[in-house]
């Protein structure tokens, strides 16, 4: 009979006397986490050092930490607006300072993105995994206690938001092949998600449940899209075939290819304009056609721009009544009230299901196959090698910034699935300025997907096709999507390994890849209002958006002290207005010097 709380301190008690004092904790990635739970049973930890707590999770959640004083400025409110209220992870903040007691273990497969990048004990206890395999992993560590967030409608209750190793691990129980209470802690703002996680109270040990234990989802603020992302979208979804399948993640360049995929679909005579002018060689993208059938997501992530394609009549394919089968899902707090007031029927065509039913095809695999046909699976690369090999989640000095989460499970999918083709999308810089640096490398000490794999690679200079080709193509093919200003470099070390002939000379034409032509390119879509910076929706409010464009421009000035020199004497013959702006900022009163240039630097911006 399940066990209801309203007390967490309580229910931590509960838990150790049914268990004892050693506590194998898996908690769900992301939203899923049953906080007050995993707290309550952390702060005993931390008192009775007797209780040997091990945590197996992975993408803790923790609000953005601004690097510079200006972006504290800018963020600040945002942060507190869109994330306040959520409760800490406290584990996570004891291990940011390398603080962990001996009796406390903290394994994860996938962090926050550079969030563990200089913490030591994290980097140590950090697992490279599949996510298929991260419940085979917390079945082998004797998983006792499963805490997770769930949605609750009369005496029903749902997994929601993270079916995905959750429903593995169930199975495992019912197989008899583990043991362990499953703790459900209800919340509000969760949405009900029909499907294969929709589960019987009787399933739960233990529920924690009332006013005391609510609080507002974590929601991470969209991010505005640039135009080398745009770029990048724009080529993708001239790849994804009418009638196809699309798996992607989150962020700024999946934004940008949902709304290419809407630009093709509603102004198909534009999108082809589009891909036109950002093509060196002119030509047409390979899919510009309407979507008549429409296309179907198989994809661990739900994302919140998946919403808006269905929305746009985009995504519209029904496999078993469903447009989407998903593993988990993050987003803005408007992605979570859409699907909390959705109608149920409606809400009914996106099914959440266990993340070993999304990312592999192994069971029922030719439902699977009939299903994912023509899938173009879309995933992003920190850099890649000049052979193609792509490098996702760390550094060559062995430091983890994320995890390979998915991604190799779709990349091999991508082989095994007639038709389907892997996407490897990345821009071909970062940094601006003197600190610019190409994402294209010749090698790397670190990668995540093999060479073996490549498949298609995107940068905003246009598609690089590498499937089945020789080394010496794949290197001509990788250079042509590079910024010019590193292509000499590249093609030299092709050379001196013999890779590439040495009487060997890039066309003219590719010789031209600069982000003044990506801008010129983009320029009739914005001015037609077809690519603004936030097209799904915005957690800024309206002075906040029109700060962004000159934030970004002094952000890019800061890499280069003649350019930051230039907007600060710019502002100083702008003394009067934007005051509005300034004091969002707080520099409508510099006190300091420092504070003083910055504000003159940011009128200079917005004098742009």
């Known amino acids: 009979m399940t066990e209801r709380f309203t007390d967490p301190e309580r229910l931590a008690d509960a838990i150790i006397e049914k268990v004892g004092r050693r506590i194998v904790l898996g908690l769900p990635l992301g939203l899923g986490k049953a906080n007050h739970v995993v707290n309550a049973l952390f702060a005993r930890a931390m008192a009775d050092r007797s209780i040997r707590l091990h945590i197996f999770t992975a993408l803790t959640l923790e609000p953005p930490r601004p690097k510079s004083d200006l972006e504290a400025r800018f963020l600040g409110p945002v942060i507190e607006r869109t994330l306040g209220g959520y409760p800490a992870l406290a584990y996570a903040e004891v291990q940011r300072r390398d603080a962990l007691p001996d009796n406390i273990e903290v394994d994860e497969f996938f962090f926050q993105a550079g969030t563990r990048l200089s913490v030591e004990s994290a980097q140590r206890s950090y697992i490279s995994a599949n996510y298929t395999h991260a419940a085979g992993y917390l079945l082998e560590r004797g998983v006792n206690v499963v805490a997770q967030l769930v949605a609750r409608?009369?005496?029903?209750?749902?997994?929601?938001?993270?079916?995905?190793?959750?429903?593995?691990?169930?199975a495992a129980r019912q197989a008899g092949k583990a043991d362990f209470l499953l703790v459900g802690q209800v919340n509000e703002q969760l949405p009900f998600m029909p499907g294969d996680g929709d589960l019987p109270e009787a399933t739960f040990s233990h529920v924690l449940d009332g006013q005391g234990v609510q609080f507002p989802l974590f929601a991470p603020p969209k991010e505005p899209i640039p135009d080398a992302h745009y770029a990048i979208g724009l080529h993708a979804a001239g790849l994804i075939p009418d009638g196809g399948t699309i798996q992607m993640g989150i962020g700024s360049i999946s934004d940008a290819v949902a709304q290419g995929l809407i630009i093709r679909h509603r102004e198909p005579a534009r999108f082809g304009e589009a891909l036109k002018a950002l093509s060196l060689s002119?030509?047409?993208?390979?899919?510009?056609?309407?979507?008549?059938?429409?296309?179907?997501?198989?994809?661990?992530?739900?994302?919140d721009c998946l919403l808006d394609l269905w929305k746009a009549g985009v995504l519209k394919r029904e496999v078993n009544g469903a447009v989407l089968h998903g593993g988990f899902f993050l987003g803005p707090r408007a992605f979570y009230q859409a699907l909390r007031e959705m109608p149920g029927p409606e809400r009914a065509k996106f099914q959440m299901q266990a993340i070993s039913a999304i990312n592999e095809l192994y069971g029922d695999e030719d439902a699977k196959r009939a299903a994912r046909v023509d899938a173009r699976f879309i995933n992003t690369a920190m850099m890649m090698t000049l052979l193609g090999a792509a490098v996702s989640d760390?550094?060559?000095?062995?430091r983890v910034v994320s995890g390979v989460g998915g991604q190799y499970n779709f990349v091999a999918q991508a082989f095994a699935l007639e038709g389907a083709r892997s996407v490897i999308t990345l821009p071909s810089v970062r940094g601006s300025g003197r600190k610019a640096a190409s994402n294209i490398l010749w090698s790397y000490g670190h990668g995540t997907i093999p060479r073996h794999l490549r498949d298609i690679v995107i940068t905003e200079?246009?598609?690089a096709d590498l499937r089945g080709r020789t080394d010496r193509d794949v290197?001509?093919?990788?250079?042509?999507?590079?910024?010019?200003?590193?292509?000499?470099?590249?093609?030299?070390?092709?050379?001196e390994s013999g890779k590439l002939e040495k009487a060997y000379a890039l066309p003219e034409a590719f010789t031209r890849n600069t982000p003044e032509r990506v801008a010129q390119a983009l320029s009739p879509l914005k001015g037609a209002g077809l690519a603004p910076l936030l097209p799904f929706g915005s957690d800024f409010d309206s002075l906040e958006e029109s700060l962004l464009p000159a934030l970004g421009r002094l952000k890019a000035a800061q890499a280069e002290p003649r350019a930051l020199a230039g907007l600060?004497?710019?502002?100083?013959?702008?003394?009067?207005?934007?005051?509005?702006?300034?004091?969002?900022?707080?520099?409508?009163?510099?006190?300091?010097?420092?504070?003083?240039?910055?504000?003159?630097?940011?009128?200079?911006?917005?004098?742009?």
Not at 153 to 170: A, F, M, P, Q, V
Not at 580 to 596: C, E, F, H, M, V
């Open 394 to 398: 760390g550094l060559e000095d062995g």
């Open 475 to 495: 290197i001509v093919a990788l250079l042509k999507i590079t910024d010019s200003r590193f292509q000499t470099g590249l093609l030299e070390k092709a050379k």
């Open 282 to 303: 002119g030509t047409s993208p390979i899919h510009g056609e309407r979507f008549e059938a429409g296309l179907y997501a198989a994809t661990e992530m739900f994302v």
């Open 568 to 608: 600060v004497f710019k502002g100083m013959g702008q003394r009067s207005g934007h005051e509005t702006a300034l004091a969002r900022l707080g520099l409508n009163k510099p006190k300091s010097l420092r504070d003083r240039l910055t504000a003159l630097a940011v009128r200079g911006a917005l004098a742009d």
């Open 153 to 170: 409608e009369g005496d029903r209750h749902s997994l929601s938001c993270n079916t995905d190793i959750t429903l593995d691990l169930l």
């Open 461 to 463: 200079y246009g598609v």
